[in-house]
């Protein structure tokens, strides 16, 4: 039975799996098949869609399996578990939630509502005076879900997401007793409650966890290289009596570390598991699987990956000077692809972080090239570098009052009404009215020198930077969760408008290629997708691009100076095994440095993927070198 259907490997892991089994499948061969199969396989021998529990990441996932399953099992399945975490956790807690307390209808508080309650008691116990020194409600919500999701200490979360914080350890600790406490008087849970309250109950309460175990005969586990280690020990609890625990991942794909995966979790389990490997792979090309065996990372479990498809094209290993050869290269290649028939919609560029992108953002609207952005806002939208412009606008031109109401509203202390009255005596007068205005706040005066220093330094790369060290730099740390990745994003337009003679030019080029973008957002059906690897997971594409693969960018270089690249090494094979037909891995011998990581000006230093290439598996390729 379903020997047609399935390949030998997967056939072997549908028909043989029990007990606690591992079942390792490699990039495009096949994982979602194996899961729909097994519950089709397991309900034609007997076993009743009641008593299995499929667990998926995504609601999409779950639902996509379910319609499979019902195909080929001829079966509709009613009474199967199947879900998120969070749905089969809410599901357990609306039975046994009296138990800690929680009446049956307790409400769940979406992200918007846990942010609103936290500012809510964060203004209640900290004085207006002190708030600039303790973290903001969402600063304060992922401290408490990393320590949450990763069964940490306070002080080891607040360590991992910002040192600095470290010193507000006592007053944070108060917040989140009081966010609890608040909870728990308004019979609500968030998010992360939905997984520790189950927990907790699976833990302490053995009648309960020999209930549930006993009703579940089969739990299946998808993308188990995912999960965090509280996942981990829900699945393990609820398989205690029948321990028939499926779980299907590759743990060289793991790479959300950051949010709380542990791709530990996967070799924890093969220790006591038996394991399954399915190493066919069907969505790339001979060459490009040849190339992807090569680059296995090196902390995983060993997999040989067998390509389905016929030869096609080695993967090209391309050199350019710098950035803006890079962004060159990749539009006019688009642009060839086009002329001979791929449409956009197969083609993808991605990037370890969003501010790499930016280049290439600015190119491909010059081209006229339509692109749908994965990792975030376009950059000309975002508030950083809407501010940083802003700045810049007022270097050039005093009479626009909106860049200076934009700029004023960051000194504290100065709202709507005071930086629409400023900005009104500036645009009629021109700088001598920063001397008039009678702010006494540092802040304004900060701002004020700043901008008497930048008035006579020509190029508008210095300008920015001037202005992100004497002044942005703290703002940004107080307005954005997010501040390193925007901090990066800066360093990048930094090096942008360095090419640049003068300022106006350098504004004429960005705010153009605005325009571009502007025009192109709605008409076009087809679109270049530009995305993070960390969204890309999943996902597949006839031509891939990977920008930047340079130490300090690709690997990351906080990475490097922490000397953690076993991530970066399940970032780097991600990226790969998106491809289908053509994969194009792009470094630079130039381009400047990374300004704000402590003056580390040698960025091409520390370990390079692309020194781990082997020779012979890629097209090497020459662009813009000459320089």
């Known amino acids: 039975m379903f020997e047609k259907e399935l390949d030998e490997e997967q056939y072997e892991a549908v028909t043989k799996s029990q007990g606690k089994t591992l079942v390792i499948a490699g990039p495009g061969s096949g994982k979602t098949r194996v899961i729909t199969y097994k519950i089709a396989y397991l309900i034609n021998s007997g076993v009743k869609p009641q008593e299995i529990m499929l667990v998926t990441f995504t609601k999409a996932a779950a639902k996509e399996m379910l319609q499979r399953a019902k195909i080929v099992s001829k079966s509709n399945l009613e009474g199967i578990t199947a879900g998120t975490f969070h749905h089969v956790c809410n599901l357990f807690l609306r039975r046994y939630g009296s138990t800690i307390g929680l009446k049956p209808n307790f409400t ?55 040192p600095r914080f470290l010193e507000q350890e006592h007053t944070i600790e108060q917040i989140l007793i009081k966010y609890q406490q608040e909870k728990q008087a308004q019979n609500s849970v968030d998010y992360d409650d939905l997984l520790i309250h189950t927990l907790h109950i699976l833990s302490t309460s053995k009648s309960i966890r020999l209930r549930e175990s006993e009703r579940y005969k089969w739990i299946l586990v998808d993308e188990f290289q995912d ?89 090209f290993l391309v050199q350019v ?86 700029l004023l509203k960051l000194v504290n202390g100065i709202g709507n009404i005071k930086a629409n009255n400023y900005a009104e005596e500036i645009s009629k007068i021109g700088y001598s009215a920063l001397d008039k205005i009678k702010e006494k706040s540092s802040d304004f005066k900060k701002l004020r020198e700043t901008i008497k220093n930048t008035l006579t330094v020509e190029n508008p790369g210095e ?42 030019n350098f504004i004429g080029d960005i705010l153009i290629s605005e325009s571009y973008e502007m025009r192109n957002e709605d008409n076009e059906k087809e679109k270049v997708t530009l995305t993070t690897i960390h969204q890309a997971k999943g996902l597949e594409w006839k031509v891939v691009f990977i920008l930047s693969v340079n130490p300090g960018d690709f690997p990351h270089i906080m990475s490097l100076r922490e000397n953690n690249i076993d991530e970066e090494e399940r970032l780097f094979y991600v990226a790969i095994t998106r491809a289908k037909d053509y994969l194009y891995i792009i470094h630079s011998i130039g381009g400047s440095s990374r300004i704000f990581y402590g003056n580390d000006y040698l960025i091409r230093r520390g370990k390079s993927f692309i020194d781990e290439i082997p020779f012979h598996l890629v097209e090497h390729l020459e662009y813009g070198v000459e320089k």
């Open 108 to 162: 769940i508080l979406d992200s918007e509502d846990a942010k609103d309650l936290m500012e809510s008691i964060r203004s209640q116990l900290i004085p207006k005076s002190e708030r600039k020194t303790v973290p903001t409600a969402k600063q304060l919500l992922s401290i408490y879900s990393y320590m949450n999701n990763t069964l940490s200490s306070l002080k080891e979360a607040i360590t991992r997401y910002n």
């Open 227 to 315: 999960t965090n280690i509280v996942q981990f020990k829900i699945v393990e609890l609820l398989s205690t009596v029948h321990k028939n625990l499926i779980v299907v991942g590759d743990d060289a794909q793991s790479i959300y570390s950051f949010r709380g995966a542990r791709f530990e979790n996967v070799l924890d389990f093969q220790k006591e598991a038996e394991t399954f490997k399915i190493q066919t792979n069907y969505r790339s090309s001979q060459e490009i699987v040849n190339f992807i065996n090569e680059m296995l990372p090196k902390k995983s479990i060993k997999k040989t990956l067998c390509a389905k498809r016929s030869t096609g094209i080695k993967p």
């Open 321 to 406: 000077f710098d950035h803006y050869d890079e962004a060159d290269f990749v539009a006019n290649e688009i642009v060839n692809f086009q002329h001979n028939g791929i449409s956009l919609n197969d083609i993808a560029v991605l990037y370890r972080a969003h501010a790499h992108s930016l280049e290439l953002q600015l190119e491909l609207s010059k081209h006229n090239i339509p692109f749908k952005l994965y990792s975030g806002l376009r950059f000309t939208e975002t508030a950083h570098v809407k501010d940083c412009m802003a700045f810049l606008k007022t270097t050039v031109n005093p009479e626009e009052k909106i860049s200076w109401i934009r």
């Open 463 to 504: 300008r920015i930077k001037i202005f992100y060290i004497d002044f942005y730099h703290k703002k940004m740390e107080e307005k954005f969760e997010d501040y390193k990745d925007r901090r990066e994003d800066i360093e990048r337009l930094i090096e942008m408008a360095s090419f640049y003679k003068n300022t106006e």
